[in-house]
């Protein structure tokens, strides 16, 4: 399994392709930082596996990857459907979300149009889509808190809630 955790590693943390950097001193600086990267990579798989459980990096690494795919999509959807939906004057034209974000014209027109994503959006920012079938309930004041207050008031009603790790 240590070729596989190694190889693993080094496909995760390439390094650079020196024909394509006009600068030897980049060259190693970059070099450097991906040796480094791959050391502190060796270690986190090491400490993730258990001696007495089976553990195989590679799945470890592809679930991992798949999760946090899984978590930027959700983001990328809450941002073209609050773009569509939420920015006033007008919404952002569906031709340049559909360059940012890699997809088509209407990949861009089906993604922003779930209202779970909007009920999501309303829930965070506290405010009405363009259209009004979408609204903040009204106990939303607690957008208008500064985010230290948010803390405060969260330990307050839960004091033994471990915050998760950040991955």
Do not use: W
Not at 56 to 81: F, G, M, N
Not at 126 to 134: C, E, I, L, T, V
């Amino acid at each position: 399994m240590e070729e596989i955790t190694n190889d693993v590693v080094r496909l995760l943390h390439r390094i650079p392709n020196r024909v394509e950097l006009d600068d030897d001193i980049a060259f190693y600086q970059l070099t450097a930082l991906v040796l480094e990267r791959r050391e502190e990579e060796i270690r986190s798989l090491q400490q993730q596996s258990d001696p007495n459980v089976p553990f195989d990096p590679l799945l470890h690494k592809l679930r991992e990857l798949s999760s946090l795919r899984r978590e930027i999509e959700e983001q990328i959807r809450l941002l073209v459907t609050y773009s569509r939906h939420f920015v006033r004057p007008r919404p952002y034209p569906l031709a340049a979300l559909a360059e940012a974000t890699g997809l088509s014209v209407s990949g861009v027109r089906l993604m922003s149009n779930s209202d779970r994503e909007k009920e999501e959006i309303v829930r965070n920012i506290g405010k009405p889509d363009a259209s009004g079938q979408f609204v903040p309930a009204r106990h939303s004041d607690a957008f208008d808190l500064p985010p230290g207050e948010y803390k405060e008031i969260i330990e307050e009603f839960a004091p033994n809630v471990v915050e998760p790790p950040l991955s």
